[in-house]
């Protein structure tokens, strides 16, 4: 969602009556029931900063609380974009942060938007792993919960710079592979590609490919999110739509509207459009749908994963409650707030669990990762998938 043309700060927060609806969606006043940590209470700080009262410390605190779920968005009567106010907000934060955040987020935006960094940060991780708990915990919060939230590095896939389409082919598309996705989950790629190749796509999938921005963008790092959108703009240059299997990149894509508008589309709601001509064999499964944040609430994407899931045979497709409730992840605010992170991870976890299903899907690889860990720390244990690998299970009559 963008702002209207023409329409200043100020009117966008005159939007906002104050109804309240959005209270029970957000994540930080369901956690504390604080008024200022809900989307009606910060756009009030706005409000206050608008009118001349300088943004303290305390202040930014409330806006760096906000998860930018985007919950608020979907639950709001009345269209605030929140959205468009704390990007906006965000970047004001950047302005006076203290010398020791910024530190701490420069050093979080050298690693994580460059794939090869990200690759060579498993050799430590692995180290990391064979700590004893005495050692681990003589570490900064921070720095263990991002090692811990890590999951064993997937094993290498090398994709062809172009996959050619399977039949007729239908469209030619480009791939994003991601920062993240790419060093820790290859086999989402890998799988992607698959699946669309088997729907009729060329598959093109250039190697030079780096960073969307979505960190970034939604950090209010916005020159920096515009420079590697500018940069992979390049490397896509001569498809028919941008592909994306990250619910963070796809928002962010999107939000980029002069690089990619109308051809950056998320991998179910292109598949949706193109309509399957594969074979679907059955997948003898309960399955769990977690809708990811920048998916649902961002993109509005949430009929056509769950129907390219309920088309495949066999598969028991189950509701988790709370559904709309961030798991926490948010980017990197799980990394940076750990302690209410856990807390939402572990709510999703009990939610999650509640639905008796066997495996739980979603189409984000924070979102992966942080209900992992929930999970984990319930002392319970659930298959964990991408939808993108289940339709490829299903398209070629494997386990997914």
């Keep these: 969602m963008t702002a209207q043309p023409g329409r200043d700060r100020r009117a966008l927060i005159g939007d906002c009556v104050h109804c309240g609806f959005c209270l029970t969606t957000c994540p930080t006043y369901v956690l504390w029931g604080e008024e200022m940590d809900s989307p009606r209470g910060r756009i009030q700080l706005m409000l206050q900063q608008t009118q001349g009262e300088p943004l ?17 968005v979907t639950a709001c009567p009345s269209g605030v974009q929140y959205d468009e106010l704390i990007t906006e907000t965000r970047a004001m934060v950047e302005e006076v ?3 020791a955040g910024r530190a701490l987020r420069a050093a979080v935006f050298a690693l994580f938007p460059y794939r090869r960094r990200l690759s060579l940060a498993k050799a430590p991780l692995r180290g990391y792993r064979m700590l004893g708990t005495p050692f681990k915990r003589q570490l900064p919060a921070t720095l263990r919960t991002l090692l811990d939230l890590a999951p064993p590095a997937g094993r290498a896939v090398a994709l062809p710079a172009v996959v050619p389409a399977i039949g007729r082919r239908r469209a030619r598309v480009g791939m994003l592979t991601g920062c993240v996705q790419h060093a820790f989950f290859p086999g989402v790629n890998a799988a992607t590609a698959r ?32 420079r590697f959108a500018a940069a992979l703009r390049r490397s896509f240059a001569g498809v028919d739509a941008l592909v994306v299997n990250a619910a963070g990149c796809g928002s962010s894509l999107k939000e980029a509207a002069g690089p990619f508008a ?18 679907r064999h059955p997948v003898p499964v309960t399955a769990a749908y977690h809708d990811a944040c920048h998916l649902a609430h961002a993109q509005g994407i949430r009929a056509q994963p769950r129907a390219l899931l309920r088309a495949i045979p066999g598969l028991d497709l189950r509701e988790i409650p709370d559904g709309e409730i961030c798991c926490g992840s948010a980017g990197i605010w799980n990394v940076l707030n750990p302690g ?4 939402l991870g572990d709510r999703k976890a009990r939610d999650v669990l509640s639905t008796g299903a066997s495996l739980l899907v979603t189409a984000n690889p ?6 992992s ?22 398209i070629r009559g494997v386990r997914p």
Excluded: N, Y
């Excluded at 109308?262 to 074979?279: H, N, S, W, Y």
């Design 373 to 394: 860990a929930g999970v984990q720390r319930a002392g319970a244990t659930i298959r964990l998938a991408h939808t993108a690998e289940v339709l490829d299970a299903s």
């Design 97 to 99: 942060r203290p010398p």
């Design 262 to 279: 109308g051809r950056a589309v998320d991998l179910t709601e292109f598949l949706a459009d193109l309509g399957p001509i594969a074979p």
């Design 195 to 226: 699946v669309l190749a088997a729907e009729g796509c060329e598959v093109v999938i250039p190697e030079d490919q780096g960073c969307c921005g979505a960190l970034s963008r939604h950090s209010g790092r916005a020159e920096e999110a515009d």
């Design 366 to 371: 924070g979102c992966l990762m942080q209900i």
């Design 56 to 72: 303290t410390p305390t202040m930014a605190g409330h806006f760096d609380a906000c998860l930018g779920c985007m919950a608020c």
């Design 340 to 343: 209410p992170a856990a807390e």
